[in-house]
């Protein structure tokens, strides 16, 4: 049949690509936009032999046609789910992670609500926009048809940053917010949990009048969380000396605790303690919790993946992740 390209003809250019990780792909429950994302990640670290690379949400936005702010959504969703991974900061060398570690099917109300999220996102980018070329390319340069060979060759060359935004989206129910603001907060609000407190301002202004700045609401929230967690949380009746001691003899390869007074280490160990009754068995739960977070080699924390530590493993969104899952 003329439709018919034999692989053998490489003046057309191919992929290479591992089977495990296509039927990986082809399993995975993702978003149009973020698996577009991920099959470029493949492409640009694997069918290369490039290995970890430095993407940018623009470099993302030309090769799939979606727009930078999207790009850079669906790879903080990817990195949260495992699929992908990131080297060092917001800025570090992305890269595909083994499909053994990746989170294939998402609870059904966050699979539904990525979903509307996309839906909602594609409205808004439509209203900024007045015609689809517009999204990717100036009028002044007309769309121009690329030379297979030129698309098969590795991904470089000068880009278009993206635009500059807050680093903070509210889509009604959720904030979005990027992973180095997570950071600079988390140092500056110290000892305050601060996704758990983004959390709890999701689900006030959820309910509430529309803010046309989020990023300052969400610092005056963590301000006045702060100026309450002054005087620290009281230890009274929770080991948390015990748990440090505990995670040092069943996490010997992870990084020890230098600072055992370190205030906001010891607030979350405090706050998880206090949660349920569950927590408060003593080795009954916090043995097999620790010996579950000894087997992962990373967990998402902060808005990246990073190496266990117990700062990371206490955080309420770890936390939950690691003593829910199966042994």
């Known amino acids: ?38 099959l470029f990640v493949a492409k640009t670290t694997i069918n290369f032999q490039a290995g ?29 789910r495992r699929v992908i991974f990131r080297e ?73 940053p993206a635009e500059k935004t807050t680093g903070v989206s509210f889509n009604g129910e959720d904030f979005e917010v990027s992973s180095d603001l997570i950071t600079k907060w988390a140092t500056a609000y110290a000892p305050v949990d601060v996704e758990t407190e983004i959390t709890r301002a ?14 300052r609401f969400l610092v005056n929230w963590l301000a006045k969380a702060h100026r309450k967690s002054a005087n620290g949380v009281s230890e009274a009746g929770v080991p948390v000396d015990q748990i440090i001691d505990l995670y040092h003899r069943v996490c010997p390869n992870l990084a020890a605790v230098t600072v055992k007074t370190d205030k906001a280490l010891r607030s979350m160990i405090v706050e998880r303690w206090n949660e349920s009754e569950v927590h408060q068995s003593g080795k009954g739960f916090w043995l097999p919790f620790f010996e579950k977070a000894n087997n ?18 206490v955080s309420r969104a770890v936390f939950r992740e690691i003593s829910e899952a199966q042994q």
């Open 1 to 38: 049949m003329d439709n018919v390209i034999q692989l053998g003809n490489t003046q057309r250019g191919f992929t290479r690509m591992d089977n495990s990780i296509m039927d990986a792909l082809m399993a995975i429950d993702l978003p149009a936009r973020e698996l577009k994302v991920a």
């Open 52 to 80: 970890p690379a430095r993407i940018t949400a623009a470099a993302v936005s030309k090769a799939t046609h979606i727009h930078p702010d999207v790009a850079s959504k669906a790879i903080s969703r990817l990195l949260k």
């Open 88 to 160: 060092g900061g917001a800025r570090g060398d992305i890269g595909l992670c083994d499909p053994k570690e990746w989170v294939f099917v998402e609870g059904p109300n966050q699979t539904n609500r990525a979903d509307s999220d996309q839906s909602d996102k594609v409205v808004s980018i439509a209203s900024q926009t007045k015609t689809d070329d517009s999204l990717l390319y100036s009028k002044k340069e007309p769309l121009v048809t690329v030379p297979t060979e030129q698309i098969t060759a590795p991904q470089g060359g000068d880009v278009t």
């Open 202 to 215: 999701a689900a006030w202004a959820a309910g509430a009048k529309a803010k046309k700045d989020y990023r």
């Open 296 to 313: 992962r080699s990373q967990v998402f924390y902060r808005g990246q993946n990073v190496v266990p530590r117990l700062e990371a493993l």
